[in-house]
């Protein structure tokens, strides 16, 4: 079989990229290692903060109007306490001009819409669930042999099959991984008060918490903690977690009652040497991965698909060009390195217990609130 372009990896990375290129006029095949996954009602503890301008992306391919909007929050302010104020940093979508800061939504959610689209799309072929068995990077195409024994040749590879690619590993392009030592916890809890929109989000010398605010009293909680008290964080009991969650939130939003279990991932600072091979390009956590605590990887990964879909859809040349690729990768380059290294810093600065540092940390968030062009700019890479 032969293509214009194949997807390895159908994440909602990878499936937004499938759908926009297809929906642009190339040939496309996704092929998926897993099984396609289930929209059932229960809530889904794999959350995404998505920024308005990736709204308008998803908005613009027929995806988000399709998705259940009692199941979606908006976030209207942001507030951020370091480990000595008592006062926040507040950021409000009223003062940045803009309706929202942001949407909550569900993993699951964003998934099915996006396969359901999928599905419905011509010049589009799904191979799912499949494995790769070998990936050959020929001068003028590219050829995927699958374990079933089918062959697809295509002229560009995307990988979109997330932060282990296989796919990278093929074309040998090599990667700077710095684990943090610290598990994203995250579960999802019922509120005792409403959470007014807002997203909090408390820095502290060991780890990260921040509630993201669900439909209704209800919040998805990520805990950016290190491997010894995220341990403990999962061993404990429903009633247990719910007690320390809300203790650690200062009992903000009061008690808490636990609605989907806990689940824990590793977090890691992943540098790829390129975005690009000849042949292929990289997207979404196969050519970077960063530390959640701005939640942005996803929206990293779906401002890639916006940028490679731009330069793939204009050129009249063949879409594995390497000048095309170059130009992908070239206008990629500062917005990926920009949020891995202020992710990085802020994770550092604050998860350390250096004296001088908690001064500057503390002393840096007040100066902040009263900086509104810092704050601009801040606000400014927040809702891109
Ligand atoms: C705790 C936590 C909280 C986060 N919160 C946010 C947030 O609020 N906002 C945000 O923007 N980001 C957030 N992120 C980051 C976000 O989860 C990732 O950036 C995002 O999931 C990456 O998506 P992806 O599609 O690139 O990769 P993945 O989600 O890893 O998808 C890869 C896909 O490829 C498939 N695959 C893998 N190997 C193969 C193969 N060999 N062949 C075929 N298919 C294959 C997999 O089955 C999968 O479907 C968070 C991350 C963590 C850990």
Redesign the pocket.
Known sequence: MNTDVIV????????STALALSRGGLSVVL????LPQENNTEWDS??????PGNVEFLRDLGVWNTMDASRINPIHAMQVWGDVSNSPLNFDAYSAGVAELGF?LE?RLMHAALWKALEHTQDLQILCP???SALEFGKDTAHLTLEDGRNVSAKLIIA????????RKQAGVEVVAEPYHQL???ANFDAEKPHGNIARQWFKDDGILAW?PLPGNRISM?W?AFEAQAKTLMELTPEQLCHTVAEAGHHSLGAMHLITPAAA???VLQRNQSMIAPRLAM????AH??H?LA????????RDVQMLVEVLLKTQRDVGDWAILRRYERSRKADVFAMGSVTDGLQKLFNNDDPMLGFLRNTGLRMVNHLPPVKRALMARALA
Do not use: K
């Open positions: 390895i990896g159908g994440g909602l990375v990878g499936a092929v998926e290692a897993g794999r959350i995404y903060a998505i920024t909550i993993n499949a494995r790769c979109a099959d997330g932060a282990n690619s296989w796919v994203g916890v995250v993201l990520v950016s991932f590793p977090l997207v979404g956590d196969a991965q960063v959640p939640g942005q990887g996803m929206n990293l990964g779906l």
